[in-house]
């Protein structure tokens, strides 16, 4: 098998379009499952509006509630409306590598088996671990199948910079989840 990836000078959301050009030619290539990280709701807009009508199961992986702040929801009405109108899904929930280790990690200065498992995937990129983490979270709300080659998109902050495919697994069978290609992702 040969594929062409895209290396970014630097992550951000400058890299959005290309990474949404890449999964549109991934789903003429059938894959049926897009999941996708979006804080604010932008970048999920972004992909509600590129890939509607075609026939894709797209999730929209957003922040909890409370995680920048105590009772905020960064995901705008707004947004969570559009997406959902265009045929989408929304996941709001714990972020698998922010949950209650973090908060004992804080208060403890101890180091935690999540923590490490962030950091590992963080040498590839901040988009492979952010596409690890929805990838699990989308399984466990029952939003995409487990085992299945999932498109998941990842990005640096805001926006999207990575695309991979996964082979999806529940947060509970973490080590059956497999990052089997990266199509493109910051070099920096």
């Known amino acids: 098998m040969i594929r062409e990836v895209e290396y970014f000078l630097k992550g951000g959301p400058k890299n959005t379009n290309k990474c949404l050009e890449i999964v549109s030619e991934l789903i003429d290539e059938g894959f049926k499952h897009v999941v996708i990280a979006s804080t604010s709701g932008d970048t999920g807009l972004k992909a509600a509006q590129k890939l509607m009508n075609r026939d894709v199961n797209l999730v929209v992986v957003t922040h909890s509630a409370g995680f920048k702040k105590p009772n905020q929801n960064e995901l705008s009405n707004k947004h969570r409306e559009e997406i959902i109108n265009l045929g989408g899904k929304i996941y709001t929930g714990t972020i698998l590598t922010h949950s209650i280790e973090t908060s004992l990690m804080a208060e403890h200065s101890g180091i935690y088996p999540t923590y490490l ?42 926006g999207a910079d990575t695309v991979s495919i996964i082979k999806s697994a529940a947060s509970k069978r973490f080590l059956e989840l497999k990052v089997l290609e990266i199509l493109a992702k910051p070099r920096e």
């Open 117 to 158: 498992i962030t950091q590992t995937l963080r040498r590839i990129c901040q988009g492979i671990k952010v596409g690890c983490e929805i990838v699990m979270e989308a399984c466990d709300a029952g939003l995409i199948p487990e085992g299945e080659e999932v498109i998941a998109i990842g990005g640096t902050g805001k």
